[in-house]
C-alpha cells in the first residue's frame, strides 16, 4: 500500500490488513494534530461498488470509533458527492475506492474539512504510520457508526447538481446512460430525467467493472457505436467507478476526450484561470482565452496550483486529461451555479457539454470540433511492475544515445520534457509521452498527431517498443 496521484491504492487484501488500521489511525492523529478535528468530533465515510470496499469501509469506520470519534456512515456514492457533504459540514471524509484501476486492488482518499489532502499531508501521515508509536492492530470490538446519512448526501448531491442545470434545460435530449458498476450509474439516471432528459440506462452490470477514462477498450467504443445508432442517442455519458471522471460519447458513440470536456466546461463556468497537468493536450494555451498553468499528473497538484493562482480573484478551474473537473471558485451562469468544489467531478462537465451543444443548436460531435486541438490518444499497459516502469524511465534518463535509439522507429527526438514522465516532441512534431502511473502497476503512453488513426498508431507502437525492452 502507497499513496499515489490521488489516494492510498494496493491490493484489496493489503486494505483488509492491519495496514488499513495504521493509515486510518495516522489520518485521525495528523488531524487533530493540525486542529482539522477536535476529540470526539465526526468523520464521514462513504464507498465505491467493489466488492472489498464495505468490509474496508467497516474496518476504517471501526478504528475511527474506537479512537474517540463519531462515525458518519455515507454508504455508496461519488467521491465528489462525500466530500462536497462533509465539507458542508465541516468535517472530514475518507472515501473507499480505487477509482479505475482493477477490480482486486482498491484504494482510499482522505480528505481534510475544506480540500483533498495535499502531497505534505500525504507524507505527514506516512511518517506517522512508518513512526513506532502508532500501533497497526485491527479492531478486536465493532464499535459501528454514529449515524447513517446516505439518503441526506444524494439528496445535498442531488441538490447541487440540478442547481447547475436550468430548468428542463435537456428537454427532448435522448441519453444513453453506461451504467456498468459505476457509483453514480442510479444518480445519473435520476438526475439527467429530472431535467427534461429522455434516458435509457445501459449495460448495468452485478461485478465491477474497471473504466479508465483514458483507455476505453475498443469493443466498449464499438458497444457505444451501436447504442447510438439502435436507440437514436444525442450522447452516451457514465462516469469510472467512484464518478469523479466524466465519460461522454457523441450521437455517434464516438468518445469525446478528457482535454475537450475539461475545455467546454472551463468555458461554460467562465473561467479565467485553467489549471491542467503536462499529459493535457498541447494545444491547451492562452490563446484560447484561458490563462493556463501546467502541473505533475495528479489532482493534489493541480489543487494546489489553483490555490496559488486564485490569490488574485480571479475564476480558477483545474482539469485532468480524463476528464475530472476541479472548480475553484464559485461561478454563475443564466441563473444557474455552484459553490467551489476543489476535487474531481464527473457531474458537473456532464452537464455542461450537454447544455453547450444543446443551447448552441449543434450536435456533440460539431461542439467538439470546434475547439482547434490537436489529435490525441492515450492507452496503457496493465500489469506491468513499477520497478519495471521506474528501470525504464532510468534507463531513457541515462543519456540522449538511450533515448534516440529506443524510439528511432517512431522518430527523431527533437525536445524533451520530464515534468512528469518523459514527454517527447519529435522532428514530425508529433509527441509521445511515457509515464508510469501512480496508481496501479501500469505503464501509460499519451501520442498526439495529425489524425486519429496516426495519434492511434504513434501510442500503440510506442507502447510495443516498452514491451519489447529486456532492460
Keep these: 500500500m502507497k499513496f499515489g496521484t490521488s489516494g492510498l491504492r494496493g491490493l484489496a487484501t493489503d486494505l483488509l490488513s492491519p495496514q488499513t488500521a495504521a493509515y486510518t489511525k495516522a489520518f485521525a492523529r495528523y488531524l487533530l494534530e493540525i486542529g482539522a478535528l477536535r ?12 466488492a472489498s470496499s464495505p468490509a474496508i469501509s467497516a474496518l476504517s469506520a471501526n478504528v475511527l470509533s474506537g479512537m474517540g470519534l463519531n462515525v458518519v456512515d455515507c454508504g455508496a456514492l461519488p467521491t465528489p458527492a462525500l466530500a462536497g457533504y462533509a465539507w458542508s459540514h465541516g468535517a472530514a471524509a475518507l472515501m473507499v475506492t480505487g477509482s479505475h484501476i482493477p477490480a482486486e486492488r482498491n484504494g482510499i482518499k482522505f480528505f481534510l474539512p475544506d480540500a483533498e489532502i495535499g502531497k505534505s499531508d500525504e507524507a505527514a501521515i506516512t511518517a506517522m504510520v512508518e513512526a513506532p508509536r502508532v500501533t497497526d492492530e485491527l479492531p478486536t ?6 449515524a447513517h446519512e446516505e439518503a441526506k448526501a444524494h439528496r445535498w448531491y442531488l441538490d447541487r447538481s440540478r442547481g447547475l442545470a436550468t430548468k428542463n434545460a435537456l428537454s427532448g435530449v435522448k441519453i444513453g446512460v453506461y451504467q456498468h458498476s459505476s457509483v453514480a450509474r442510479d444518480f445519473l439516471v435520476e438526475l439527467l430525467e429530472s431535467l427534461g432528459a429522455s434516458v435509457m440506462p445501459l449495460a448495468r452490470t452485478p461485478y465491477f467493472i474497471a473504466v479508465d477514462t483514458e483507455a476505453i477498450p475498443a469493443e466498449t467504443i464499438e ?3 451501436s447504442w447510438a445508432g439502435e436507440y437514436g442517442l444525442d450522447a452516451i455519458v457514465s ?5 469523479d471522471r466524466p465519460l461522454i460519447a457523441d450521437e455517434n458513440g464516438v468518445q469525446l476526450r478528457g482535454d475537450i470536456i475539461g475545455l467546454v466546461t472551463a468555458w461554460w463556468v467562465g473561467a479565467d484561470i485553467v489549471v491542467t497537468p503536462i499529459t ?8 484560447l482565452g484561458f490563462e493556463v498553468v501546467r502541473t505533475r499528473v495528479g489532482s493534489p497538484f493541480v489543487i494546489s496550483a489553483m490555490r496559488e493562482t486564485a490569490m488574485d480573484g480571479r475564476k480558477v478551474v483545474g482539469f485532468e486529461a480524463n476528464g475530472g473537473f476541479m472548480l475553484g471558485s464559485s461561478f454563475q451562469r443564466n441563473g444557474t451555479g455552484g459553490s467551489a468544489l476543489p476535487t474531481r467531478d464527473a457531474i458537473l462537465p456532464i452537464l455542461a457539454v450537454l447544455q453547450s451543444a444543446r443551447q448552441s443548436g449543434v450536435a ?18 496493465e500489469h506491468f511492475p513499477a520497478e519495471q516502469s521506474q528501470a525504464l524511465m532510468e534507463h531513457l534518463s541515462s543519456g540522449n544515445t538511450a533515448l534516440r535509439d529506443f524510439l528511432s522507429p517512431l522518430g527523431e527526438v527533437v525536445t524533451l520534457d520530464r515534468t512528469d514522465g518523459l514527454r517527447v516532441t519529435l522532428s514530425s512534431g508529433e509527441i509521445v509521452h511515457l509515464r508510469p502511473s501512480g496508481n496501479a502497476p501500469e505503464l501509460r503512453c499519451y501520442a498526439e498527431a495529425s489524425t486519429p488513426a496516426e495519434a492511434q498508431s504513434l501510442v500503440a507502437r510506442a507502447l510495443d517498443r516498452v514491451r519489447s525492452w529486456n532492460g
Design 223 to 225: 458497444m457505444f457505436s
Design 364 to 381: 456533440l460531435s460539431v461542439l467538439a470540433k470546434s475547439w482547434p486541438l490537436p489529435v490525441c490518444a492515450s492507452d496503457r499497459l
Design 280 to 287: 493535457s493536450n498541447s494545444g491547451i494555451h492562452s490563446g
Design 239 to 243: 462516469a469510472d467507478g467512484d464518478a
Design 141 to 146: 470490538r465493532n464499535y459501528g457508526f454514529i
Design 39 to 50: 476529540p470526539g468530533g465526526r468523520i464521514f465515510i462513504g464507498r465505491d461498488l467493489r
